[in-house]
């Protein structure tokens, strides 16, 4: 192996590329019209565009990626996770023109590929699986009386799907019908299949997975387990090694059971044995059930690597060019406790809506311990196309409790402005009483949702830094900070008004220069006093309240993003037409992000009751319910399924409020 192409973009691509370079290799990057500024594409010694910016036209057009390889001279391709990864004739194409594939067989591939089909070939191999219903007859009456069989709650699965695609949970089977067509939806577009599975929900779910590795001649280790039980809407958001509360004999047979399923289908490189583990009486060797098997490298698997020391990634590489594994089960040992959080572009206040926008700050946290994989630099534009992944964070100490407290620091040590992103939900978990005494499971957040992605409200003294922000010229003195505010006199004491956005109108703060860069701003709770004391235009020392206090202040056109005292704090600048238009918005229901028109549910002259579905939109792999946001009558529906939206597009319009 010489030179090897990414088939892939993002973070994965770079971590790829990073590993690949110090290997010695070549590498060939591919992208789309959306990417051609892309980090990966700097990073890679050569690369080729293979088509338009949606994945269709071009990280799933498997020929395109071929033609690229071919023409570079790559006797190699590496798939990372996502897109054809798990694409088995991909993975025949590629061998039968002659290069190598990162990965394991078509045949093993295949076998997991599906579901219903992978659980029947495990029971065979003695792996035990969720009791539910794997058949074929897939119209609504028969799956409806399997659930009632199976007993509520129940699961449903699109039986191709992964990453949380095509997964809804019903508690009602009066919500059977509209969750199964709901699953089915996002299963056809996700993965070209819409067929499901239904199964038991199991009450206290513990996500837990194993690493397994194998090579061309037949060996094949787990490298421990990965847990990955904090997650919202069934995907993951942070992950650990090793489990909490894992015990040597339950490792043991978790380990056994998934090096019995790799075997069972000759697998070779990196894959991952998915178990749900019913965790309602701690864990027990004998209560954890194959889920699936993610047959490429995961986007965790640096969590694996910190508690290792392993580069799966050059392990992959040395496996795919034939060499054995240079390690049997008993020389891996675990070492440490290592977390990965997943910081995206979505707004967790509005039940993690995607986000969207240009990173006009990017400042990940460095330091002993910590690693960040990233794709992108500040200055990037976050869209609707891909994943709204920004980075992954991940932290490594000699036991969880220093491990966690690591990460939560890392956290706090993050800068990101330009858009929405769930770095405060985060840091909320890592802080979570719960979650730090190991006490994890699928359901913690959704219980404690409210609390974790509720936004932090705005101290006087954080709104009094930003109207001086919003008022000062970046750089326009060399004495300090807000040396120079815009538009204010030398003499006297100068006044200023500051306007942000507020719930109920504008927020507005008078700003009086008291000089010596001293400042008194009066607001709606009342007059703050304030002095700076040093620092730059980003990060201000300021004295407010008897206490020194250091801001990061991040400007942007229209708002001030606010770090301060642990929060995060967005203010947008006060626009009156804005809030013209927002006051006629409470009868026209409009798309929150660009995306897709999946289903319309209404038509003109319908009534509807507050909370009813009017449409569905799919937006970055996923599919986003609309409702009516009052009791009214539709007076008009402005798409149709199928139309292609922006962000704010009015999708129904209802009559004007009596």
């Not at 449903?156 to 067509?181: Q, S, T, W, Y």
């Not at 891996?332 to 039940?351: I, K, M, W």
């Not at 992944?389 to 990101?416: C, E, F, N, Q």
């Not at 250091?550 to 606010?562: N, S």
Request: aromatic share 6%.
């Amino acid at each position: 192996m010489k030179t090897l192409l990414i088939a892939n973009r993002g973070e994965i691509a770079c971590r790829i590329i990073r590993t690949a370079r110090a290997r010695g290799l070549a590498t060939v990057a591919v992208y789309s019209a959306a990417d051609a500024a892309a980090q990966h594409v700097a990073m890679a010694d050569e690369a080729v565009p293979i088509g338009g910016a949606a994945p269709a036209d071009s990280y799933l057009r498997g020929e395109r990626i071929l033609e690229a390889a071919l023409a570079t001279g790559a006797d190699a391709i590496h798939p990372g996770y996502g897109f054809l990864s798990e694409n088995p004739d991909f993975v025949e194409a590629v061998e039968g023109a002659g290069l190598t594939f990162v990965g394991p067989p078509a045949s093993a591939i295949r076998a997991m590929g599906l579901k219903d089909a992978a659980k029947a070939l495990m029971e065979e191999a003695g792996v035990a699986v969720v009791p539910g219903y794997h058949g074929d007859a897939q119209d609504g009456a028969t799956l409806a009386v399997e659930a009632e069989r199976i007993g509520y709650p129940v699961l449903i699965k699109a039986r191709a799907g992964g990453g949380g695609k095509g997964m809804r949970r019903v508690d009602d089977p009066a919500d059977f019908a509209e969750a199964l067509a709901a699953a089915q939806r996002e299963g056809e577009a996700a993965f070209g299949d819409p067929r499901c599975l239904v199964e038991r929900y199991v009450a206290t779910p513990r996500h837990i997975e194993i690493q397994v590795f194998g090579d061309r001649h037949g060996n094949v280790v787990h490298l421990f387990e990965r847990d990955c039980s904090l997650q919202r809407r069934h995907q993951k958001v942070i992950e650990e090694a090793p489990a909490p509360g894992m015990t040597e004999a339950m490792r043991g047979a978790m380990g056994e059971a998934a090096v019995r399923a790799a075997k069972a289908i000759g697998y070779v490189g990196a894959g991952t044995v998915e178990f749900i583990v019913d965790a309602s009486e701690g864990l027990s060797p004998d209560k954890f059930y194959f889920m699936e098997m993610n047959t490429r490298l995961q986007v965790e698997h640096p969590v694996t690597e910190m508690v290792t020391g392993l580069d799966l990634v050059a392990l992959q590489l040395d496996v795919a060019d034939g060499a054995p594994l240079p390690f049997a089960q008993d020389d891996l040992v675990l070492t440490g406790h290592a977390f990965e959080a997943r910081l995206y572009a979505e707004d967790p206040a509005r039940g993690f809506l995607p986000a969207t926008g240009r990173l006009t700050t990017l400042r990940l946290p460095k330091g002993e311990g910590v690693r960040v994989d990233t794709g992108v630099v500040e200055g990037d534009r976050i869209t609707p196309h891909y994943d709204p992944m920004i980075a992954k964070l991940i932290v490594h100490g000699p036991d969880r409790a220093s491990a966690l407290a690591r990460l939560a620091g890392a956290l706090a040590a993050t800068r990101i402005a330009g858009c929405a992103t769930n770095a405060a939900f985060l840091r909320r978990l890592a802080e979570h009483e719960g979650f730090a005494a190991g006490e994890v499971d699928t359901g913690l957040i959704a219980r404690d949702q409210e609390a974790l992605t509720r936004p932090a409200e705005a101290s006087p003294g954080a709104m009094a830094v930003a109207a001086l922000a919003q008022l000062s010229r970046l750089g326009s003195c060399a004495g300090g900070p807000f040396d120079a505010l815009a538009g204010f006199r030398t003499w006297g004491h100068a006044r200023q008004s500051a306007r942000f956005e507020g719930a109920d109108g504008s927020i507005d703060l008078l700003v009086t220069d008291l000089g010596g860069r001293r400042f008194k701003v009066a607001g709606p709770t009342g007059d703050t006093e304030l002095a700076v004391v040093g620092g730059t235009d980003e990060e201000v020392r300021v004295l407010a309240d008897g206490r020194v206090r250091t801001a990061f202040v991040a400007r942007e056109p229209g708002a001030v993003t606010m770090f301060w005292d642990g929060e995060v704090h967005r203010f947008v600048h006060y626009s009156a037409s804005e809030r013209a238009a927002e006051a006629a918005a409470g009868d026209v229901v409009a798309a929150p992000m660009p995306g897709l028109v999946r289903d319309v549910r209404v038509a003109p002259g319908e009534a509807v009751t507050k909370g009813q579905a009017l449409a569905v939109l799919e937006a970055m792999k996923m599919e986003h319910t609309l409702r009516a946001p009052r009791d009214g009558t539709v007076a008009g529906v402005s798409v149709a399924a199928g139309d292609q939206v922006e962000d704010g597009a009015v999708i129904v319009a209802l009559e004007p409020a009596a």
